[in-house]
């Protein structure tokens, strides 16, 4: 009887705006992040598996935070994986999304039809056709990109190249102003990404605080020390001057910034702050309550190991002590100071709002 051979029903071929529309739930936009928090680039992404964005490297190597939007859902990212050689970089996002399918290995080529997707200028999602010029080629010889006849909007870096069935075929690279060509990894490289073991990031050797002179350098890890261990109260002038120190160290790239974040423990002021407005609203109040602020601040925190979920459960049980008015321990502190602090920090509330009130009596009657 010999093989039965089944023939395979051909699959038909979109037009741009049926890749568009096809593509349309699996491109979301990466913004990157300060230690302020305020997004100094924006660029796009693709979703490759259950919770797993393929984006550039370039573009999130210098963020200090990553965040994800699909549609009007923004989320905190981690860092999950670095291919650095070929540009690229899988995040993971707690949240669901719709993978996109991945095209074959072979790169397209020349003169095929191809289409670039992305969010421009992060406003909507929106696609442009190109065509081909070389299938594979690059700076050096191990560097493939497949080159294509179309410039690229600002915006649309990490976004996804797709062939006419709506298949990503490779992951756009940062274009400069002026290029009258666009770049795009080969998707067998998106497979290679997806198959490293989470924490595959760029390496270094040493500390980058070696860069600061020693005077400075002691005194940030002695103070970061400090407040993490609570023997120190929080001082917006202390926060300032950790922030000028760290932004004589741009730019951190890759592990340097990953490094840094957990050496200092950066961020647990920022967190320590907002913790404590909660809790002065849960004694005023008397009930617990967890602002989205804090909720984000954890989110980010557990992702990078600074925090532990049962840090967490014992933020949530102090929190819970302080509503009732109930005894509690604190690492580094007695409910005693800390009931103490609470009071100072109401009270200091209190006079800032009577104070306030007193001068907008005062230019009323003007």
Not at 217 to 228: H, P
Not at 319 to 343: C, I, N, Q
């Amino acid at each position: 009887m010999g093989p039965r051979t089944v023939a395979l029903e051909p699959r038909p071929a979109l037009d741009a705006e049926g890749v568009l529309e096809a593509a349309r739930p699996s491109i979301v936009i990466v913004e990157c992040l300060d230690r302020r928090g305020n997004v100094v680039a924006q660029g796009s992404g693709v979703i490759v598996a259950g919770k797993t964005v393929a984006t550039s490297w370039p573009l999130v190597s210098r963020a200090f935070a990553i965040r994800v939007r699909l549609r009007e859902d923004a989320r905190l990212a981690s860092l999950s994986a670095v291919l650095e050689s070929r540009g690229l970089a899988r995040l993971r996002v707690d949240g669901e999304g719709t993978p996109i399918g991945l095209g074959r290995d072979a790169p397209p080529g020349p003169g095929a039809t191809v289409h670039s997707v992305g969010f421009a200028q992060g406003v909507e999602t929106s696609g442009t056709e190109g065509i081909v010029t070389v299938g594979a080629e690059g700076a050096a010889a191990d560097i493939e990109r497949i080159v294509t006849a179309k410039p690229l909007p600002a915006g649309y870096t990490g976004g996804g190249l797709l062939d006419g069935h709506g298949d990503l075929i490779g992951i756009l690279a940062s274009s400069r102003p002026g290029d009258t060509l666009s770049l795009a990894v080969p998707v067998r490289y998106v497979k290679d990404l997806l198959a490293l073991p989470d924490g595959t990031v760029p390496g270094v050797t040493t500390s980058p605080l070696m860069r600061l002179p020693a005077a400075d350098r002691q005194w940030l890890i002695g103070f970061m020390a400090s407040v993490a261990r609570g023997a120190r109260p929080l001082n917006g002038r202390g926060l300032d001057h950790v922030n000028a120190l760290l932004d004589r160290l741009d730019p951190l790239v890759g592990a340097e910034l990953e490094w840094v974040k957990r050496e200092l423990g950066y961020g647990l002021l920022d967190y320590q702050r907002v913790f404590w407005e909660d809790a002065i609203e849960a004694r005023t109040f008397g009930r617990t309550v967890r602002s989205a602020r804090r909720a984000e601040m954890e989110r980010r925190f557990l992702a990078l190991g600074i925090l532990t979920p049962g840090d967490v459960a014992d933020g949530a049980r102090i929190m819970r002590a302080v509503a009732a008015h109930e005894p509690f321990d604190m690492p580094g502190a007695r409910v005693d100071a800390t009931e103490r602090y609470l009071s100072q920090m109401v009270t200091q509330v209190d006079q800032t709002k009577r104070r306030v009130e007193t001068q907008l009596w005062e230019a009323r009657s003007r």
